[in-house]
Structure formats: structure tokens, C-alpha cells
């Protein structure tokens, strides 16, 4: 822990580092997943899926920016390692297309991608019962923004 005049009880602090390292876990976790289909997806959809996947692994990159800096404003240092992400229970489906073409890279994506939200929504919850507004205001920016990107992913779909 580092040293802080931050106000809020240490207890509190200590729960809300805890819940955002998890989640910086599986932003980075998300971030490598899209990456890999911006790379690897292939078929009639390829510009168009390798252009979304792209943005959204950008998007990711910076939600795990936010939680890791939140938490150090905490007075916590958090771990984002790719040996901490590898041992971290991941709460994320396992990430794992059938194939390379479109259909089923996206259906592995909206998967990941809808559990990744779902698990940002509790987070709202969870940080706000322990008084920390700023950090549920994070988790809810979030929020939208995934959402937003689950929308787009499922409108490829038809
Ligand atoms: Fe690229």
C-alpha cells in the first residue's frame, strides 16, 4: 500500500483495489483476445471485423489504464504482468473459436465481450456499497462504453 491523505477508510479502499485489480485482469485479458481476432479473423467480413475488433482492443487498453490508476490512487499498486494475467482466475469464458472466419471469431467475441460487461455492471454495485462513488462512476463510463461494443458486435450478426 502506498501512503495517502485519501479519505476514504482503508477497509473500503482495500475491497475497491481489490474488485479493479480483477477487473484490470480481464480488460488486459480482453484487450489480447481482440487483438488476436483483429489478426486472425478472416472471410467476406474481413475489413470490417478486422477494423471493430482493432477499436475495441483500443478501448480495452484504456479501461485497464483507468482501473490500474484508480487503484494506485487508492493507495494500492496493482499487478498486470502477462505472468499475473496468466495466473489470475479469469471469470471470462474461455476464448476459443471454432474456426478463423467471421461467424465464429465474432461469436467468440460477443461472448467474451458480454461477460466483460456483465462483470463491470456488478462492479458498479459492489464499489458503491463501499462508498466510493468515483470509482462506481468509473465502472459505469465503462459500462456504456462496452455495452455500446457489444451492440455494435452483435449488430454483425444479423
Ligand atoms: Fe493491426
Redesign the pocket.
Known sequence: MYPTNHDLPVENRERVATILQTALYEALELKLRV?EA??TVRGPNFSEL?ALF?KIASDADDYADDFAERSIALGFPVKGKAADIAGAVSLLPPFAPATHQGPDVLRAVIATVAKFAKNVRFAIEATASEKDAGTSDLFTGTSRSVDKWLWMLEAHTG
Open positions: 487483438k483483429h489478426w478486422h482493432d
